[in-house]
């Protein structure tokens, strides 16, 4: 069965836009590839202690990075060297 009416169509209730974000230029030094140490050959206990101590600042420096990245996409921070931003993150 096919139901036909006689009201005109009505809009939508919502109305969809497309909103372009500025594009950010970002900081090379927040986006440049982080030098991972290999570890030595032949490697022993107190060589991974201290490739793990290593391997654990290398992380803390990608997550002050990132962090650095998200406060300046929110816009609270400006677009900045990492020097400044090392010294001054949590």
Not at 34 to 49: A, C, K, Y
Not at 68 to 81: D, N, T
């Amino acid at each position: 069965m096919l139901l036909t009416g006689c009201a005109k169509q009505q809009k939508p209730l919502v109305e969809y836009q497309t909103v372009k974000q500025p594009r950010l230029n970002l900081p090379a030094e927040l986006t440049s590839p982080i030098d991972v140490p290999q570890p030595p050959e032949p490697m022993n206990f107190g060589d991974s202690v201290a490739l793990n101590a290593e391997l654990y600042g290398v992380l803390a420096q990608c997550n002050i990075d990132r962090e650095a990245i998200r406060k300046i996409e929110r816009g609270s921070l400006p677009l900045i060297s990492t020097s400044f931003i090392s010294r001054y993150s949590p």
